[in-house]
């Protein structure tokens, strides 16, 4: 039976995750496990074990071609593997390939749209969509996502931009604002015109207990009124993050 010579300088590995960073004029390649290198760079993972297949630096990790000595010092002033496999990892460019970016892809778009669907109600039932509807909303308004970017924050920007194709607003904050003292019928007021609906009212002896709907934009805005205005003698608490109607019955 014939054996398969692979050189010395050569060494092969499978299922990884490349990491390349051109230097020097020359290319260098390292190879990680998948998934490790995003948590290595937000200090979620701090092993370096656990993200570097192998503490050696390529020109092809592909080709199982590794970096000479003479080229690590002339690009990275040293020849310490994994200091350089470091310096790579945090500065380098993770290849994707095209099916692992379009199913990173797919999964960003459902989570945009998972946010979506939990943060909005449709205003005229009160009811939340299914993130179907809302992924379908999307794509009908040829809303495009961005891979660097967090879901949350893309998720508020696509909100205002669905608004114009389909009944859409974000779901309500419940809060409870105590006010008391002489100007408190002047806060109530000004707390109420950042309400969408205000729920109860109740004076008891100067003292006003208010419960009330607000969109979740309005909330610092409300904390404000409430602690520089009284001086710390009012009360601002968060009942629910959002209410919805589902069926017959209020969840919060």
């Given amino acids: 039976m014939s054996k398969i010579f692979t050189p010395t300088n050569q060494i092969r590995l499978t299922n990884v995750a490349v990491v390349r960073m051109k230097k020097g004029g020359k290319r260098f390649e390292i190879a990680c ?10 200090n979620i993972e701090t092993d370096i074990d656990e993200v570097l ?52 892809f797919e999964l960003l778009f459902k989570d945009i749209a998972t946010t979506v669907a939990d943060k909005c109600v449709n ?10 509807m809302i992924e379908k909303a999307m794509k009908d308004a040829h809303i495009s996502v ?5 879901p949350l924050m893309q998720a508020l920007d696509v909100i205002p931009l669905l608004k114009a194709t389909m009944p859409l ?8 604002a105590v006010l008391s003292g002489r100007d408190a019928r002047k806060l109530r007021d000004k707390v109420a015109k950042l309400a969408t609906s205000l729920e109860s009212e109740d004076w008891d002896g100067g003292k006003l207990n208010l419960v009330c709907l607000i969109d979740p934009g309005h909330y610092r805005e409300v904390d404000e009124i409430v602690r520089s205005e009284t001086k710390g003698h009012g009360l601002l608490e968060l009942m629910s993050l959002k209410e919805v109607t589902e069926g017959e019955e209020l969840l919060e």
Wanted: charged share 35%.
């Fill in 33 to 42: 496990y998948r998934n490790k290198v995003v948590s290595w760079r937000n």
């Fill in 53 to 104: 297949q192998t503490h050696t630096v390529f020109t092809n990790v592909s080709k199982g071609q590794v970096a000479k000595k003479e080229d690590l010092i002339k690009a990275f002033g040293k020849d310490d593997q994994t200091d350089v496999c470091k310096e790579i990892l945090t500065k380098g460019e993770l290849q994707v390939s095209d099916k692992e970016r379009q199913s990173q």
């Fill in 123 to 132: 205003p005229e039932t009160k009811r939340p969509y299914p993130v179907s």
């Fill in 146 to 150: 961005k891979p660097n970017r967090i």
């Fill in 169 to 176: 607003e974000r779901a309500q904050m419940k809060i409870r």
